[in-house]
Each structure stands twice: as structure tokens, then as C-alpha cells.
């Protein structure tokens, strides 16, 4: 980086804070020579968040039917399944934000229930032993 670049981003940085978008100006100066014109100027685009939100309404119903399937493992790990629940319908109904917790939660069940799908399918099954740690015993 050179000075120039530091000083504009400085100066950037002051005009647009506080101001959603105010990022893409350093982004422009950063990457306009390594992103063709039509990605910044193309319509409708939407940042991550909004993609998430898109997500989880089009997706609610499987996600809320794997919290379902998972609700042992997840109470197991510590979590209030109702509070989960409230929390994902609250989000839809945009009473609040989407938390970060929530794509940690949805990634450990994405992956309990595969890894208990291939770990099943090979003639075993998870069971609980008494430290409290899963563990995969032959069936």
C-alpha cells in the first residue's frame, strides 16, 4: 500500500462513516483493475446478510424440520430449542437481527445429521457414552 492509498482510504473512511455502502469506494480504488465494470455496475446486488435472510425464509421449513431431527443433539450441546425456534421466526418476521450463534447452531446440525447419516449407513450408530462424548458403536 502506498501512502496515497492510505491517505485516501483515511479520507474515505471520514466521509462515509457511518454510512452503509461506505466501503465500496476503497473496494473500487482497491479492485477496479481486477473486476470487469459490468460487476460493479450490475443490478440488484445484495450484501451477505441479505442473501441470509433470503435464505432462511425460502428455507424455514427445512431448517425448521432439521432443528426438529436434531433436537436431541442440539439440547445436548447446550441449546434451548424453543429460544432457537422464537429466535428463527423473529428474524423472518424481522423483529430482529439474525444472530451469528445461529449459523454456528445450523452448521453443527448440517453436520451431526450427515456425519450420523454416513456413520448409520456404514452399520454403525452414535451413542452417548458416559463422559458425555459422542462415540461410534457397532450395531
Sequence with gaps: M???????AQYISRKYKGIDGGQKPIAHY???ELLPDELWKRKGKLDHQGLS????RYYI???LRLIEIKKNFLDQIGIDIKELISH???VVENK???S???YGVLACAIWHNSFSEIIQSKGYELTKPSSGRAKGARR
Excluded: E, Q
Excluded at 53 to 56: A, I, P
Design 2 to 8: 502506498t501512502p496515497d492509498f492510505i491517505r485516501a
Design 30 to 32: 482497491m479492485f477496479s
Design 53 to 56: 435472510y433470503r435464505g432462511l
Design 61 to 63: 421449513a427445512d431448517i
Design 88 to 90: 428463527i421466526h423473529d
Design 96 to 98: 430482529i437481527n439474525l
Design 100 to 102: 451469528g450463534m445461529f
